[in-house]
């Protein structure tokens, strides 16, 4: 598949780059190398990590060292029996929007439902009106509240959609916002496509014309201006069928996109199987998945992207079959799903918790879902996700002490500091700002 990338492609640990020093050396600290396959969370107790070049040089133990620490990086930095994650990754965000829709929280709690609200004109539509109507300016400046919160929490890779503009020039423009947030943050943007996300109130009664204007227009610019890095679809009884989402995957795969889908969030329309067919990165939301749609995932290697904040926030009672997920061998991410309407969520950290207390993952599971699956889900495996040397050094610092107090303390931020692309960034100054 195009864009695909293959996971465990990494060479051995512990290499030393050749070229003289490190730039940077961590001692005194305990990794969380996310690493499948051998310890918990591939810990290392009083690890090491070197960085040349913005990438991992040397990831391991202290005691394989080649050497003492000054003699090997011009700068040696003492952790003080902190940890170090990888860089988390958000995979699902619709971060780029106009408006605010706390009056439907308020409408949903006297119990109005999300379709219901969805159906009278509300939903997804008023932030479409809203995001018409709003500048670049406006949408950038909204949509860095939210991203400093995220990234306030260790992310240095999200992923943004498109989807509240189902039109060309407003796809386009919330696209162009995408990509300008990671000249304006140490963040890694990946853009997705979400032209088919709902029906535009210009084409009400002509589904698939719109699909017609996605696949002959969206498509073609969004990928023509290299704004674009995978296409997405909402399969869903309020969004599009099995057919028309069809549609989008084969004007996606026309020019060389990868694809994601909105599967089974409220009904089971066969999105998954759908999905995998087509070798889709990942498959996201899944509580309706049946076991069929799960097999067909594992076959394609396809992620599942799992989202508690939208499950939360709508008081929904279907869980995602986790147990068959595991069962299947299906990778499983986690994300916040950062949206106006089911999923106003900037908190990774307070995903990972419900990912464990609502739907019954294990602490390991969960953060393996921000980390490495969360990067397969963007096809970026092979640079980010894990601790591995030669992939880019987005290192996230962490005052804890052990993986799991990530994902238990709620409301907790222990993030000490994080290393974007090989750099410190202060997020402590950044944290007091807000
Ligand atoms: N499913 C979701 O959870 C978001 N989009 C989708 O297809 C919600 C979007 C919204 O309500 O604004
Ligand atoms: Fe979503």
């Known amino acids: 598949m195009p864009g ?28 969380a190398t996310m690493v499948d396959g051998g310890a918990p969370y591939g810990a290392v107790r009083d690890g090491a990590v070197g960085i040349s070049a913005g990438r991992l040089a040397f990831v391991g133990p202290r005691t394989s060292l080649p050497g003492v620490p000054k003699d090997l990086a011009r700068d040696v930095r003492f952790g003080q029996g902190r940890w170090i994650s990888p860089g988390l990754v958000d995979c699902h965000t619709h971060l780029v929007y106009g408006g605010n829709r706390a009056h439907e929280f308020e409408q949903r709690l006297a119990g109005a439902s999300y379709e219901e ?82 029906l535009p109130p210009e084409f009400a009664g002509r589904p698939d014309d719109y699909i017609d204007l996605v696949c002959r227009d969206l498509i073609p610019a969004a990928a023509g201006e290299g704004l674009a890095d995978a296409v997405d679809a909402f399969c869903e009884t309020i969004g599009f069928t099995p057919e028309q989402t069809a549609r989008v995957f084969d004007a996606a795969a026309a020019h060389e996109l990868p694809v994601k ?89 307070l995903m990972v918790n419900m990912a464990c207390v609502l739907f019954g993952m294990t602490v390991e599971e969960a953060l393996a879902g921000v980390t490495r699956n969360a990067a397969r889900a963007l096809g970026l495996s092979r640079s980010r996700g894990t601790l591995e040397v030669d992939k880019v050094a987005d290192l996230a610092v962490w005052n804890i002490e052990s993986p799991a107090d990530l994902a238990y303390a709620v409301g907790a931020n222990p993030l000490h500091e994080v290393v974007y692309a090989g750099k410190l960034e202060s997020w402590k100054a950044r944290k007091l700002g807000r």
């Open 4 to 31: 695909r990338e293959n996971g465990g492609e990494n060479a051995g640990q512990g290499e030393v780059m050749t070229g003289g020093l490190w730039d940077t050396l961590w001692v005194d600290v305990n990794l």
């Open 261 to 349: 889908l909105h599967a089974e969030q409220l009904s089971d329309q066969g999105g998954a199987q759908l999905a995998a067919r087509y070798g889709a990165l990942s498959a996201d939301h899944l509580e309706y998945v049946s076991p069929e749609g799960v097999e067909a995932m594992a076959r394609s290697g396809t992620v599942a992207v799992l989202l508690p904040g939208a499950f939360y926030v709508l008081k929904e009672t279907r869980k995602p079959p986790i147990e068959t997920l595991r069962r299947y061998g299906v990778p499983m991410a986690v994300s916040t799903d950062c949206n106006p309407g089911s999923s106003p969520v900037t908190s990774p950290l």
């Open 117 to 198: 609200i969805a159906r009278a004109g509300g939903g997804i539509l008023s932030t479409v009106t809203a995001t018409r109507e709003a500048t670049e300016a406006q949408l950038l400046a909204s949509a860095l509240t939210r991203l400093d919160r995220i990234l306030g929490e260790g992310v240095t890779t999200i992923e943004i959609k498109s989807g509240y503009g189902l039109d060309l020039p407003t796809e386009l423009k919330m696209l162009r916002v995408a990509r300008q947030l990671a000249k304006e943050r140490p963040v890694s943007v990946r853009t997705t496509l979400l032209g088919a996300h709902a």
